[in-house]
């Protein structure tokens, strides 16, 4: 992307649905699959986790066992840091259905924020319900709260490489 990230309005105008429409096409959708594929590759990698962390605690007289109290929000948030803070500021779920993730000026996340992303999701839908979800229907830019307190947008990958 060739926007001048030094001055404002350069900043301002990145990722303008009215200027670049084509970055939101069917984001919404996208999201709800990438989030079930992500859910079940978490689920997969969580009992593969439980089966290591078991063989440990046979060898550990029982002490590796309590891993298992933090293990599944371990994983799931070592997930999220590693794949959606990484390089291709996405996860397996939204790489496969065409998304990606920048700061609200066109910055790729870093770890620390992919945590605190899906943090305040998962707060946000357990305290709120999942009527939270809604927001994105009146959000320009398809974003959901969690979103929009982070200052992060979700964009097609193949619009933000045109």
């Known amino acids: 992307m060739s926007a001048d ?4 309005e350069g900043r301002q105008n990145v990722f303008d649905p009215a200027i670049r429409p084509d970055l939101y ?3 919404r959708t ?4 990438a989030f079930f594929f992500d859910a079940i590759f978490i689920t997969i990698l969580i009992a593969l986790a439980a089966i290591i962390v078991g063989f440990m605690g046979i060898f550990t ?5 309590f891993a298992y109290l933090f293990l599944g929000q371990a994983v799931a948030l ?4 590693f794949t959606l803070g990484g390089p291709n500021a996405a996860t397996p779920g939204m790489r496969a ?4 993730m920048r700061l609200w000026y066109g910055a790729r996340p870093y770890p620390l924020l992919a945590v605190m992303h899906a943090l305040i ?3 946000s839908v357990s305290l709120l319900t999942p009527f939270i ?8 830019r398809k974003r959901l709260l969690h979103d929009i307190v982070l200052g992060t947008v979700v964009v097609n990958s193949a619009a933000l490489d045109r």
Request: glycine share 8%.
């Open 133 to 140: 979800l809604l927001v994105s229907l009146f959000s320009d």
């Open 61 to 65: 007289l029982g002490l590796a066992w």
């Open 5 to 8: 990230y030094s001055s404002t």
């Open 78 to 81: 070592l997930y999220v840091a």
């Open 30 to 33: 996208r999201r709800i699959f």
């Open 97 to 100: 259905m065409g998304l990606e």
């Open 25 to 27: 096409e069917g984001v």
């Open 121 to 123: 999701f998962w707060f």
